[in-house]
């Protein structure tokens, strides 16, 4: 590392091997807080909108305890969970091992494993298949501000290609600033006016714009706002054939909280529709595009693991391999993208990113320690400026590697 600010890693990595991955056992650091503060507030939030009988709510607890004790070991999946083989391979170093001991990304992802497991999202009975974060994420979709905020549509067609693109790009890259797990313990986020880290829209365009369109694949985030957003610019890479077809990747199922499964790909295009202007007429566009097979959902099953977009299986790497674009959006979708490691800001993003397939963009607000591809001035500027700039939101960047 040779970041002033040195966020701390989990203690395996080596001088020669890749920079430590971050872990949750140290008491200053990000990922301790996640399990002490941002789970317990999120199953406090589950059972307040959860009609949860007795036994899902002291499992739940159970869970919530268990994973942020210093001394129990994590446990493997129920017999009868799906995908319970690929867990045990995937996390065949940590069963048995204390979870302050894993690393953070292998530990949250199986957090929220185990907490559909609890509620008994797999099993069946009345709570199978039903998603827990349905009340937060219908919530926010609900909110009357939401079509106000997207009137800036209306007389986009008049603007330049090149800004009218900015503009949908800036919105899909602002729509992460506050995810629903994010807002468990914070508020705000990344302001529009801000510069940004790092700034690969140019470069973008110019990609889009000087070929012929292609297959673009969304590696999506967040529902509700974030989702909304996403859908104008797919909309728009469509209307303008900068996208001859546009695959929306959500997650089989819940989790990170508001991340986007299928029902809320159908649930914000409901909510689109509502809407007057350019934004109620996109909706109609999109479902047009759904039926002539140009705008597709896929949910792969690695989407929900705890693996590096590095280790793409056969199926999902082809088809990124293929791809004229493929969009990251968000924090966890970045941390996959580059691993999530105590990498000197500045190392090369290309780099970082050089086992992933396509020519692909990361859209992300800051909201947790890893970062790359920065410039020293930049990393010593916001250093400066803003201590808690890798955590607390208030960053965002777009970084490509648009040659692969
Ligand atoms: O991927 P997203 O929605 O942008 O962010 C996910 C997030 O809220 O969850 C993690 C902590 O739980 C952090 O990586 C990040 O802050």
């Known amino acids: 590392m040779n970041d002033r600010h040195t966020p701390t890693p989990h203690p395996t990595g080596s001088a020669s091997g890749p920079a430590p991955a971050f872990g949750i056992a140290d008491p200053a650091g990000f990922g301790r807080g996640v399990f002490h503060e941002r789970h317990p507030a999120l199953i406090r939030r589950l059972c307040e909108s959860n009609p949860y009988g007795p036994g899902q709510r002291s499992r739940l607890r159970e869970l919530v305890a268990e994973s942020a004790s210093d001394t129990a070991v994590v446990r ?3 017999e009868t969970t799906p995908g319970r083989e690929r867990w045990l391979a995937w996390g065949r170093e940590y069963f048995g091992e204390p979870w302050r001991d894993v690393p953070f990304l292998w530990a949250e992802s199986y957090f929220y494993l185990r907490l559909l497991e609890c509620v008994g999202y797999f099993a069946p009975g009345p709570w199978q298949g039903v998603d827990p974060f349905a009340p ?9 501000a939401l079509e106000a905020d997207t009137a800036w549509l209306d007389g986009l067609d008049r603007s330049e290609p090149a800004e009218a693109f900015r503009a949908l790009l800036l919105a899909s890259l602002y729509g992460n600033r506050a995810d629903l797990g994010f807002r ?23 990609h889009l ?12 985030d967040n529902a509700g706002r974030e989702l909304l957003a996403d859908l104008l610019l797919v909309d728009h890479l469509l209307l303008t054939r900068r996208a001859e077809s546009v695959v929306l990747h959500v997650k089989p199922r819940p989790y990170f909280v508001s991340d986007a499964v299928t029902t809320d790909v159908r ?31 896929e949910g792969d099953d690695f989407l929900c693991s705890p693996l590096g977009f590095g280790e793409l299986p056969g199926g999902l790497r082809a088809a990124l391999s293929s791809a004229a674009l493929c969009v990251f959006k968000g924090d966890l979708n970045y941390r996959r993208l580059v691993g999530d490691r105590a990498w000197p800001a500045t190392r090369p993003f290309a780099e970082a990113v050089a086992g992933v397939p396509g020519p692909l963009v990361a859209l992300r607000t800051l909201k947790s320690d890893v970062v790359v591809g920065l410039r020293r001035e930049t990393v010593d500027r916001v250093e400066a400026a803003r201590p808690g700039w890798r955590t607390d939101g208030s960053q965002a960047l777009v970084q490509a590697r648009l040659e692969g």
Do not use: N, T
Request: charge should be negative; hydrophobic fraction near 40%; proline fraction near 8%.
């Open 76 to 78: 493997p999946p129920e």
């Open 136 to 144: 937060m994420k219908a919530a926010e979709l609900a909110d009357p």
């Open 184 to 206: 468990l313990v914070r508020d705000g986020g990344a302001e529009d006016g801000v510069p940004l880290l790092a700034d690969d829209g140019e470069a973008l365009w110019r």
């Open 209 to 220: 714009s000087g070929r012929p369109p292609g297959d673009v694949h969304v590696i999506l």
């Open 267 to 297: 649930d914000c295009l409901v909510r689109l529709s509502s809407f007057d202007g350019e934004a109620g007429k996109a909706a109609g566009r999109l479902r047009e595009a759904a039926a002539a097979g140009r705008l597709r959902v």
